[in-house]
C-alpha cells in the first residue's frame, strides 16, 4: 500500500497522478487543527477551502480512487499531518508516501523529515501548478544586486511565445500601463459580478463545534466563492467576457459602491490549483483574439502581467529567500496593528470601507490591499510580523507564499527593496484621485496640520523625514527629499509634531 498526500490548496484535477492507472494507492486527505489555526482565518477562507477539498475528494471518489478524507471533528484525526499518517501507516501497513510539494515553507520543513521520521521511502513530485520551478527566480537573478520582476516578466513571456512578435513584443511595447490606471467616472454602475450560494453551514457548525477561531463574516451560511473546476471555469469566462475589456484601465480604482470592480476574483480558484495559470492566460488570449475591437492590447497585457509575471516572481522570491524572508523589517518598525483592523471601527473612511469589505467579503483588490491598508500600516510604522499576520489571515487567497512577498515585500518595504525599488506610500492625494473615498471622510484630505487634517498627510512626510538616512540615496526617491527641504522649517515642524501626535493615538483615529 502506497499513501499519497492531497492537501487542500492541491485540488490540480489535471495532475498526473490521476491519470496514472494505480492500484493499492489511497488518498490522504485531511482538514487538521494545524492548518486552521497558524493564523487567524477569515471564515469565508475555511470554509471556501473545505467545500472544494471536499468536492474534491468526491470527485476522485467517483473516479475510482480510494481515498481516507479526515473532517476536521473525525475522532481519529490528531490534528496534523505528521501525526495523522503515523497511525495511517500502520494501520493500512503502507510502504511508501509520496506527496505533492507543498507551496509553504513551513509544511516544505516538516515533510522533509518524513523519510527518517517513519523509516519509509518518502517521494516528493512537482504540483505541476507553476511555470517555474520553484528555484528559478533564483537562478534568473543570480549575480544581480536587485531582482527586477519587469526582466522576469519579459523572459516569460518570451520562454512561453505570449503576446509576441516573433522576438519583439506585440504593440512594440511591454508595457500599457500608461494608457490604464483610470478612476471610475462620476456614474459609473458597478460592473457585473458572478457570486456562487454553496450553503456551508455544515461546515461553519463544525468550525463551532470544534472551538475553531475564524474572523470576518459569512452571510446567510453562503459561500460565494468557486467550490470545484467547474465553477472555476465558469468565473474565468466570466472575468474574460465581462470584465476583462475594462480590467487594465479600472485596475487601480476604488469606490465605495464597487468592491471588486473589473477585478477577476481567480486568486482563490488559481491558489488552489483548481485553474492553471496558463490555462487562464490562454483563455482571456483567446477571448482578446476573437474580439480586439473591444478588448484592447493594454487590457490582456495588463492581465497577463499579473499572473506570469507578479504571481510567478512572487513565489519564486518566496523560495529564493525564506526562511530569513519572514524576519526582515528594514525600517525597524514595532508598532502594534491597530484593533480597529479587526473591526474596521475608525473614522478614516478609505480604511473603514476596505477593512470592512475585506470582514465582509474576504476579498479586496490589489490597491485597496496596496495603497489603502498597506500604505497606512507601513506610514504608521506598524511591525511587518503584525502586518503579515493580519494579511496572511483576511483573504480567501491569502497563502505565506504570496501573501508574505507582497505584504512584507512589496507593500511594506522591510525587506528592502528586493522586491519593490521603493516603499509604496502616498498622502491623501492619491487616495482622492483613485477613489471616492475622502467625499465623506471625518478628516479632510487637503490638510496636513490641524484637528481633522487627514493622518495619511503628515505621516507621509514624517515617515521619509524619519527614514532619511535610509532612503535618501535612492534615485526614485530624491525628489520627495527636495521638496520636503523647500518647505519652511515651522512648516516642517507642525508636520512632524501633527505626525507625533496621530502616532501617538493610533488606537482611536
Ligand atoms: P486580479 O486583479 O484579477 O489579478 C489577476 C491575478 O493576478 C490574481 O488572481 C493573482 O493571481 C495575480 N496577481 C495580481 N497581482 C499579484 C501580485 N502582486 N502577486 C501575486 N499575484 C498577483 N495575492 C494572493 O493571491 N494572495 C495573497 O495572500 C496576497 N496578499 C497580498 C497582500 C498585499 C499587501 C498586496 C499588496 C497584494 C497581495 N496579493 C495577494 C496580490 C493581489 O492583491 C491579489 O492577487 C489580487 O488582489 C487577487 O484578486 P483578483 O484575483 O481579483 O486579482
Ligand atoms: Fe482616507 Fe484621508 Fe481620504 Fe479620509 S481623507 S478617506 S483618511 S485619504
Request: glycine residues 4%; proline residues 3%; contains cysteine.
Amino acid at each position: 500500500m502506497k499513501l499519497r498526500l492531497i492537501l487542500a490548496d492541491q485540488l490540480n484535477a489535471e495532475h498526473s497522478w490521476y491519470k496514472e492507472k494505480e492500484s493499492a494507492t489511497l488518498y490522504c486527505m485531511m482538514e487538521v487543527r494545524s492548518e486552521t489555526d497558524y493564523a487567524l482565518h477569515h471564515v469565508q477562507k475555511i470554509t471556501a477551502l473545505f467545500l472544494a477539498f471536499r468536492n474534491f475528494a468526491g470527485q476522485l471518489q467517483k473516479a475510482g480512487k480510494s481515498i481516507l478524507y479526515l473532517r476536521l471533528d473525525d475522532h481519529r484525526n490528531r490534528q496534523s499531518f505528521t501525526e495523522n499518517l503515523r497511525w495511517i501507516i500502520a494501520e493500512y501497513a503502507a510502504e511508501k508516501i509520496e506527496y505533492q510539494l507543498p507551496d509553504e515553507f513551513r509544511l516544505d520543513t516538516e515533510f522533509s523529515c518524513w523519510e527518517r521520521e517513519f523509516n519509509l521511502p518518502v517521494q516528493a513530485y512537482d504540483t505541476e501548478h507553476f511555470l517555474q520551478e520553484r528555484y528559478a527566480v533564483k537562478q534568473f537573478f543570480q549575480g544581480k544586486k536587485t531582482f527586477l520582476m519587469e526582466s522576469f516578466y519579459r523572459n516569460m513571456r518570451k520562454q512561453y511565445h505570449l503576446l509576441m512578435d516573433g522576438k519583439e513584443p506585440l504593440g512594440g511595447r511591454w508595457n500599457f500601463d500608461a494608457e490604464n490606471r483610470k478612476s471610475y467616472p462620476k456614474k459609473m454602475r458597478a460592473p457585473p459580478i458572478l457570486e456562487f450560494h454553496h450553503d456551508v453551514s455544515e461546515i461553519t457548525d463544525m468550525l463551532v463545534s470544534c472551538n475553531v477561531k475564524t474572523i470576518g463574516s459569512l452571510p446567510g451560511q453562503v459561500s460565494i466563492w468557486p467550490s470545484d473546476r467547474t465553477e472555476s471555469l465558469q468565473l474565468l469566462e466570466f472575468f474574460a467576457e465581462h470584465l476583462l475589456p475594462r480590467f487594465g484601465e479600472y485596475q487601480d480604482a476604488m469606490h465605495t459602491e464597487i468592491w471588486a470592480g473589473y477585478h477577476s476574483r481567480l486568486s482563490f480558484a488559481m491558489n488552489t490549483k483548481m485553474l492553471h495559470p496558463l490555462e487562464v492566460v490562454q483563455h482571456c488570449l483567446s477571448k482578446w483574439r476573437k474580439r480586439s475591437e473591444d478588448i484592447s492590447l493594454a487590457q490582456i497585457e495588463g492581465f497577463t502581467r499579473q499572473i506570469i509575471g507578479w504571481r510567478e516572481y512572487m513565489r519564486g522570491i518566496y523560495w529564493a529567500t525564506m526562511p530569513e524572508y519572514r524576519t526582515l523589517n528594514y525600517f525597524q518598525n514595532t508598532n502594534a496593528l491597530p484593533h480597529w483592523f479587526w473591526s474596521g471601527e475608525t473614522r478614516m473612511n478609505c480604511l473603514r470601507y476596505t477593512i470592512r469589505q475585506s470582514l465582509e467579503k474576504g476579498y479586496a483588490h490589489h490597491i485597496q490591499r496596496l495603497m489603502v491598508t498597506g500604505n497606512f500600516a507601513l506610514l504608521a510604522g506598524i511591525h511587518p510580523d503584525a502586518v503579515d499576520e493580519w494579511y496572511l489571515g483576511i483573504y480567501v487567497d491569502a497563502y505565506e507564499w504570496v501573501e508574505i512577498t507582497n505584504t512584507r515585500g512589496m507593500s511594506q518595504f522591510a525587506d528592502g527593496g528586493i522586491v519593490g525599488s521603493k516603499p509604496y506610500v502616498s498622502t491623501a492625494n492619491y487616495i482622492k484621485k483613485m477613489s471616492n473615498y475622502c467625499d465623506e471622510c471625518h478628516y479632510r484630505e487637503k490638510e496636513r496640520t490641524g484637528e481633522g487634517s487627514c493622518p495619511f498627510n503628515s505621516l507621509y512626510w514624517n515617515f521619509y523625514f524619519r527614514n532619511r538616512e535610509k532612503l535618501s540615496s535612492n534615485p526614485r526617491i530624491g525628489m520627495m527629499y527636495r521638496v520636503w527641504d523647500k518647505m519652511q522649517p515651522d512648516i516642517q515642524e507642525s508636520i512632524l509634531e501633527q505626525a507625533q501626535n496621530y502616532l501617538e493615538r493610533l488606537e482611536t483615529l
